[in-house]
C-alpha cells in the first residue's frame, strides 16, 4: 500500500513562516494530484491548496498570497510554504493524494497522519 508521512509542524509567532512536507511512498505506479487540507477544533476540514500532476495549483481564499503549494517529482513529496501566518490559520494540517497502485493499477486517495500547526503569540 502507500503512506505518506508528513514533518514541519509547530509553534510560531504570528507574521512568522513554516514549512510542511510530505512525502509518499510505497506500491507506487504515479501519484496524481497532491494536497493540503486543515481542520480547526470544532470546525469542518478544509481544502487549503492542490496541485495537479502537470503542475496547475488551486488555493483557498484565505490563504492564497500567503501559502504556496509545490511539488518534487522525483521525491513523490508535496510541500507547503506557509508564510505571514496567522492566528486562525491554526490547525491540524493533512496531506492528500491521488495514486495509482501498482497492483492492478488501480486509483485510491491517501491521507498523511496530520501535523498541527499552532500560531500564537
Known amino acids: 500500500q502507500v503512506q505518506l508521512v508528513e514533518s514541519g509542524g509547530g509553534l510560531v509567532q504570528p507574521g512568522g513562516s513554516l514549512r510542511l512536507s510530505c512525502a509518499a511512498s510505497?506500491?507506487?505506479?504515479?501519484?496524481?494530484?497532491m494536497g493540503w487540507y486543515r481542520q480547526a477544533p470544532g470546525k469542518q476540514r478544509e481544502l487549503v491548496a492542490t496541485?495537479?500532476?502537470?503542475?496547475?495549483?488551486n488555493y483557498a481564499d484565505s490563504v492564497k498570497g500567503r501559502l504556496t503549494i509545490s511539488r518534487d517529482y522525483t521525491k513523490n513529496t508535496v510541500y507547503l510554504q506557509m508564510n505571514s501566518l496567522k492566528p486562525e490559520d491554526t490547525a491540524v494540517y493533512y496531506c492528500?493524494?491521488?495514486?495509482?497502485?501498482?497492483?492492478?493499477?488501480?486509483?485510491?486517495?491517501?491521507w498523511g497522519q496530520g501535523t498541527q500547526v499552532t500560531v500564537s503569540s
Open positions: 496541485i495537479t500532476s502537470g503542475g496547475s495549483t
Open positions: 510505497g506500491s507506487i505506479f504515479r501519484v496524481n494530484a
Open positions: 492528500n493524494a491521488g495514486v495509482f497502485i501498482t497492483v492492478g493499477l488501480r486509483e485510491h486517495v491517501y
